[in-house]
């Protein structure tokens, strides 16, 4: 039996998810959860094989997520299943050590079966999503985009300084450069962009 914690923050998409996962004959979801801290939560406690996951969720993302697993070596193997089919993200969930990154717009028996195959140990990316990896690598740095998440969440300058500790001009600096490689007009452009590309 694969057990497995589901991690979606619409709730009518998770129960539907539980649902018919729960009819797999081998797949029982132990946990679910509608944000990434209690997602992490639910992993911690359950345990369970793989955790399915969507990525853009309330606390933790998705790849946050799977991140913070693989920092703590926790064995648990991560599924992504996303409306995003972007580059960025995929760049991003691989790095970040995700076994399976698939639409949630294919049929159940498609996740079901991707779902298998990362429990057997194997990578399963979706189709469309192994060709968006062939698009413009993300040119942002670190800082970059941690300044652009905040703008995106409609900080100031002079709060992200705050926020940072660093200069206001410090601040102007980084978002200008970050502008310039986005091709960007001004700040909230560029964190829009950022976003639409999947490098936030």
Same mark, same amino acid.
């Given at each position: 039996?694969?057990?497995?914690?589901?991690?979606?923050?619409?709730?009518?998409?998770?129960?539907?998810?539980?649902?018919?996962?729960?009819?797999?004959?081998?797949?029982?979801?132990?946990?679910?959860?509608?944000?990434?801290?209690?997602?992490?939560?639910?992993?911690?406690?359950?345990?369970?094989?793989?955790?399915?996951?969507?990525?853009?969720?309330?606390?933790?993302?998705?790849?946050?997520?799977?991140?913070?697993?693989?920092?703590?070596?926790?064995?648990? /193997?991560?599924?992504?299943? !996303?409306?995003? $089919?972007?580059? %960025?993200?995929?760049? +991003?969930?691989?790095? &970040?050590?995700? =076994?399976?990154?698939?639409?949630?717009?294919?049929?159940?028996?498609?996740?079901?079966?991707?779902?298998?195959?990362?429990?057997?140990?194997?990578?399963?990316?979706?189709?469309?999503?192994?060709?968006?990896?062939?698009?413009?690598?993300?040119?942002?740095?670190?800082?970059?985009?941690?300044?652009?998440?905040?703008?995106?969440?409609?900080?100031?300058?002079?709060?992200?300084?705050?926020?940072?500790?660093?200069?206001?001009?410090?601040? /102007?600096?980084?978002?200008? !450069?970050?502008? $310039?490689?986005? %091709?960007?007009?001004? +700040?909230?452009?560029? &964190?829009?962009? =950022?976003?639409?590309?999947?490098?936030?």
């Amino acid at each position: 039996m694969i057990r497995v914690v589901l991690a979606e923050d619409q709730g009518m998409v998770l129960s539907a998810f539980a649902s018919l996962l729960d009819l797999q004959p081998d797949i029982k979801v132990v946990a679910t959860a509608t944000n990434g801290d209690d997602a992490l939560a639910a992993v911690r406690e359950h345990r369970p094989d793989v955790l399915v996951t969507d990525i853009e969720m309330p606390g933790r993302s998705g790849l946050d997520l799977a991140a913070d697993l693989n920092q703590l070596d926790d064995p648990t /193997r991560v599924l992504i299943v !996303t409306t995003f $089919a972007r580059s %960025g993200y995929l760049r +991003r969930a691989v790095d &970040a050590g995700v =076994a399976g990154y698939v639409l949630k717009d294919a049929p159940i028996g498609e996740l079901a079966a991707a779902l298998r195959r990362v429990y057997a140990g194997e990578r399963v990316v979706a189709p469309e999503l192994a060709m968006a990896a062939w698009d413009a690598a993300d040119p942002l740095t670190d800082r970059e985009r941690e300044l652009l998440r905040a703008v995106a969440d409609g900080a100031s300058n002079a709060e992200i300084a705050s926020r940072m500790f660093l200069a206001e001009g410090t601040v /102007r600096n980084y978002l200008s !450069t970050a502008m $310039a490689k986005l %091709g960007a007009r001004n +700040r909230t452009e560029a &964190a829009r962009t =950022a976003r639409t590309r999947g490098w936030l």
